[in-house]
């Protein structure tokens, strides 16, 4: 069965069990169900569609953070090989809140770094929620400077809410970690690729997100803020999320259209927790693609491109 499990998604969970049920009894009653399966199996594959392809942008938060959403872990074991873990930021600890280390991509050495958020609650409860702490930050940062020493490209998965806010992280300095990322890798001599693969919230998604192409998740959302934050500060009603979440535009194709991502990347229908295979193949093609492009860049030309890319943004003309 598929995981339905979000409010929007009820009438398919519903299907589902009569396509379950109808299938039991036909084996228990040794009767032919065939046509009545076809007729509910064609009603399922109709309605999912339907919900699929007109998704509110709340509902894409929703989706973007459903619970078994695959993480940067699960694209580090399917997409790709020779993962080689490395830790700590040589200043205070290692945080799990972000993983990093050499790989492979289609036989090419990388760097990747990404948000890495539980599957369940003790694990969860262990990564923070995906909320990095500024050890994590200097972590990434140590890694991207590392791969630079060898001109190999950086992969960077995003999927936070945005940077832990707890007294230690303030005390340690999680904005001045934050902000030395975004600087760094303004100039990072050497190919940047970042995808939002869930959530990408706020200084805490960007401070990975500086990059060459910005690719993102079709469910995925990016934003400055969560649709219940943004709510709350405005109408003082964090249940004005939906309203919230039209507003700040932040559904992929928003952004492609406003060329802040640079490519969209199609999920499987229901989301890519339905068929993380394929959507881990259709992200290991698009990064490949991308790197390998950039890998033809002289690292100078890069570093102005990416100066150009981001000073672009936010062009706006007065009627």
Not at 106 to 119: A, K, N, P
Not at 260 to 280: N, R, T, V
Request: aromatic letters at 6%.
């Amino acid at each position: 069965m598929a995981f339905y499990t979000l409010e929007f998604e009820k009438p398919l969970l519903e299907l589902e069990r009569q396509v379950e049920e109808l299938k039991r009894v036909g084996e228990e009653r040794e009767i032919d169900v065939g046509r009545e399966l076809v007729m509910l199996q064609t009603k399922l594959d109709s309605l999912r569609e339907e919900i699929y392809r007109h998704l509110t942008p709340m509902q894409r938060v929703l989706v973007a953070r459903h619970a078994r959403r695959p993480t940067t872990s699960d694209y580090l074991g399917s997409i790709f090989t020779d993962f080689f873990e490395l830790h700590g930021d040589r200043n205070f600890r290692d945080d799990p809140a972000i993983v990093g280390g050499w790989a492979r991509l289609g036989g090419l050495s990388v760097m990747v770094i990404g948000h890495q958020r539980g599957g369940d609650t003790r694990e969860n409860i262990r990564r923070n929620f995906g909320m990095p702490h500024p050890e994590g930050y200097r972590k990434a940062l140590r890694l991207m400077k590392l791969a630079a020493r060898f001109r190999a490209p950086v992969v960077t998965l995003i999927d936070t809410p945005g940077a832990y806010p707890g007294i230690g992280a303030e005390e340690r300095g999680v904005s001045e970690a934050v902000a030395t990322n975004l600087i760094e890798m303004a100039a990072l001599p050497t190919p940047i690729v970042a995808c939002i693969i869930g959530e990408g919230g706020s200084g805490g998604a960007l401070a990975l997100g500086v990059a060459d192409r910005v690719l993102m998740f079709e469910n995925s959302v990016y934003s400055v803020i969560t649709p219940e934050g943004c709510a709350a500060i405005l109408w003082k009603d964090a249940t004005q999320r939906e309203r919230a979440a039209e507003a700040i535009k932040l559904t992929a194709p928003d952004l492609l259209r406003f060329k802040i991502i640079d490519e969209l990347i199609p999920e499987p229908l229901g989301g890519a927790h339905q068929e993380p295979e394929l959507a881990g193949e259709a992200l290991r093609a698009a990064l490949l693609r991308h790197v390998t492009e950039l890998r033809k860049v002289r690292a100078e030309k890069l570093v102005r491109r990416r100066g150009e890319k981001y000073a672009a943004m936010g062009v706006f003309a007065e009627a």
